[in-house]
């Protein structure tokens, strides 16, 4: 990747041409989603959101588009700070020429290094950084791309099945209580599953479930 700017980047500002320009716009947006998905707290949100459908057992409802919806919009939240930190300090001064594209991106990754490192596990990242064989980072500017990403996706998706868990244990304690009623009472031919369904539903909204799950996720970052 230093070598791809090396290579586009001019030691002068004003010699950024439009087209490069336009390429570095065209490879951000080939890259957005890996981006998306691997270096925001996307991850988790939408793990958690999925467990709640996941311990509802109300199938498709809410749908999948809807999940992932509300999932974007929470990490736009989330990482506005992030996003207007690296427009700041990155994308404006190179847009007005005042900095190469090589700086623009050294630049861009500080604020990006900031937040994955503030919610990665020291074990995740000793994990990658031991079998890369590279060395101890004095600094979190100093950490690689290549070994924080991974080591913040396996930390998210922890964190998220965590919180996941949780999630879940009310809804399973309903549903070994409803078992129960039904193998004492004789039937067994009737699923549990239809007599539980309402009762989980209704214990979600009388705690405002959807308010609690999404608090939790924002007081998590």
């Not at 996706?153 to 399973?172: H, R, V, W």
Request: net charge neutral; with cysteine.
């Amino acid at each position: 990747m230093n070598e791809f700017i090396q290579f586009f980047s001019n030691s002068s500002p004003e010699n950024v041409s439009v087209s490069v320009k336009l390429l570095l716009l065209l490879t951000v947006l080939s890259l957005a989603p890996s981006i998306l998905i691997l270096m925001t707290c996307f991850t988790r949100i939408v793990i958690v959101l999925s467990f709640v459908r996941t311990a509802l057992a109300t199938q498709q409802m809410p749908p999948t588009q809807v999940l992932i919806g509300l999932s974007l919009f929470l990490t736009f939240f989330v990482m506005a700070p992030t996003f207007e930190k690296v427009n700041e300090e990155a994308l404006t001064p190179l847009f007005n020429n005042k900095i190469t594209l090589e700086e623009a991106y050294d630049r861009a990754s500080v604020p990006f290094k900031e937040f994955m490192s503030a919610h990665t596990r020291q074990k995740d990242l000793a994990l990658f950084l031991d079998y890369s064989k590279a060395e101890r980072p004095k600094s979190i500017q100093d950490i690689p791309l290549t070994t924080l990403v991974p080591a913040f996706a396996i930390s998210e998706l922890k964190t998220a099945f965590q919180i996941g868990f949780m999630i879940f244990i009310p809804f399973l304690v309903i549903d070994m209580v409803v078992s129960s009623v039904l193998m004492s009472m004789g039937m067994m031919m009737l699923p549990p599953v239809m007599i539980s369904l309402p009762f989980k539903i209704l214990l979600f909204i009388m705690v405002d479930g959807w308010y609690l799950v999404v608090k939790s996720l924002l007081q998590s970052f």
